[in-house]
């Protein structure tokens, strides 16, 4: 099992550009969120998914796109890239089904900045 | 509006001793609260979690207690180790809530040092 991956690790943009970054999951897991995590902001959530054709917006959702036509696949997309955007982006997985339900499986994250 | 606080930015430890790191949250519908490390250039990792059907889970040198009259928990580490030395996240959800949705705080920076 690879888990949760993510791609690309780093990668640098001009305001304005469009980008795609990819997650990738193993595991069968249902539900797929993506966070982004500032100095001194924590996790933020971006938007999530709780089965493939089913997204919803988290609590800092300005800015970036989702779909989700397979289980396994969760790629956020940033229309026009801001100097804002510049973060950490962590991609995660968890199961809805049985024991463990809450835990969380994260990728090892993108590093964006936006020039 | 923060639902998950944790207003320890830092915590310096030394090796051998006990590190005490504090969570307060403030919606009083969570009822399942975690504790995820996370080491620099890599993603959070799963480290404790406690229904709040307990007030205590312990595993190994982990111990996270709940008080669930005063919306707090605390993760214990004893005996503190140099490894140890990362950023702790508080979490929180409800199982009413939107299908596993967690709420994290701002994190604390542990250090440990021989």
């Known amino acids: 099992n690879a888990g949760v991956t993510q791609t690309p690790k780093f990668q640098v943009l001009k305001t304005g550009q469009s980008m795609t970054l990819q997650c990738a999951q193993d595991m069968n897991h249902e539900y797929m969120s993506w966070y982004r995590q500032d100095p001194g902001m924590g996790l933020r959530l971006i938007h999530y998914s709780v089965g493939a054709g089913i997204t919803d917006q988290g609590e800092v959702p300005n800015g970036y796109n989702v779909s989700r036509s397979t289980t396994e696949d969760f790629p956020l997309r940033l229309l026009s890239a801001a100097p804002s955007q510049t973060s950490v982006y962590f991609c995660?997985?968890?199961?809805?089904?049985?024991?463990?339900?809450?835990?969380?499986?994260f990728g090892p994250g993108t590093r964006l900045t936006v020039l | 509006d923060q639902q998950v606080k944790q207003n320890s930015p830092s915590l310096s430890v030394q090796e051998g001793r006990i590190s005490i790191l504090n969570c307060d949250y403030t919606n009083s519908m969570f009822d399942y609260f975690l504790w995820y490390k996370k080491y620099p250039a890599e993603g959070p990792t799963f480290l404790i979690s406690i229904s709040s059907i307990k007030d205590k889970n312990e595993d190994g040198r982990f111990t996270v207690f709940l008080n669930k009259s005063a919306k707090h928990l605390s993760l214990h580490i004893v005996p503190s180790q140099p490894g140890d030395s990362a950023v702790y996240f508080c979490a929180a959800t409800y199982r009413g809530s939107t299908l596993g949705r967690l709420y994290f705080g701002r994190g604390t920076q542990l250090t440990v040092w021989p």
């Open positions: 995660a997985s968890s199961t809805r089904i049985g024991p463990g339900t809450d835990t969380q499986y």
